[in-house]
T-cell receptor, first 111, second 115 residues
Framework: SQQGEEDPQALSIQEGENATMNCSYK?????LQWYRQNSGRGLVHLIL?????REKHSGRLRVTLDTSKKSSSLLITASRAADTASYFC???????????FGGGTRLMVKP | DTGVSQDPRHKITKRGQNVTFRCDPI?????LYWYRQTLGQGPEFLTY????????KSRLLSDRFSAERPKGSFSTLEIQRTEQGDSAMYLC?????????????FGQGTRLTVV
């Protein structure tokens, strides 16, 4: 079963706009990670946020985590056509043994 | 060795045949994971190893599936008597044993098509 749920399931924006994706999860976590997947390819790790962190930045990416609401958001600023991909959140539980993924957000950035 | 590698990248097999996939993790990583991903869905956990020990298996891993990591390095995933429902992308990931800051790195996956 999948723990996380991403919202929206699909998002279409113009190049240069910002894209925001949300993730909700159900159980206590150790950390939350965001991954990108281009069509038919493997997953690329984007950013990890620990349960005691509230916000993290990496380049054009900004991730927030609200453990009281069991939710996270991924913001991609100044989007590019190359950002077109599926984005998944994944949580690691307190036992720290495995990642549980959500269903993903399919992002299309139009040039 | 710059990442996790999986072989083959694609496999087409007839229903009822056995298939085996291989995963080579990042060399210093002692944890290795197998996931399955169907079209339009997120990856689902199958099993993981710490060194050569298989520590957890999902209920998705039926008795037709077996995974090994004999020397704590590469791993194989075998599916016996394949069914059409086994068609999916099989993803392997590796990580070090760590705490809250441990990242998992994925391979490119093996896409299985059962006809």
């Amino acid at each position: 079963s999948q723990q996380g749920e991403e919202d929206p399931q699909a998002l279409s924006i113009q190049e240069g706009e910002n894209a925001t994706m949300n993730c909700s999860y159900k159980t206590s976590i150790n950390n939350l990670q965001w991954y990108r997947q281009n069509s038919g390819r493997g997953l690329v790790h984007l950013i990890l946020i620990r349960s005691n962190e509230r916000e993290k930045h990496s380049g054009r990416l900004r991730v927030t985590l609200d453990t009281s609401k069991k939710s996270s958001s991924l913001l991609i600023t100044a989007s590019r056509a190359a950002d077109t991909a599926s984005y998944f959140c994944a949580t690691k539980d307190n036992a720290g043994n495995m990642l549980t993924f959500g269903g993903g957000t399919r992002l299309m950035v139009k040039p | 060795d710059t990442g996790v590698s999986q072989d083959p990248r694609h496999k087409i097999t007839k229903r009822g045949q056995n298939v085996t996939f291989r995963c080579d993790p990042i060399s210093e990583h002692n944890r290795l994971y197998w996931y399955r991903q169907t079209l339009g869905q997120g990856p689902e956990f199958l099993t993981y190893f710490q060194n050569e020990a298989q520590l957890e298996k999902s209920r998705l891993l039926s008795d037709r599936f077996s995974a090994e990591r004999p020397k704590g390095s590469f791993s194989t995933l075998e599916i016996q008597r394949t069914e059409q429902g086994d068609s999916a992308m099989y993803l392997c990931a590796s990580s070090s044993t760590g705490g809250a800051g441990t990242e998992a790195f994925f391979g490119q996956g093996t896409r299985l098509t059962v006809v």
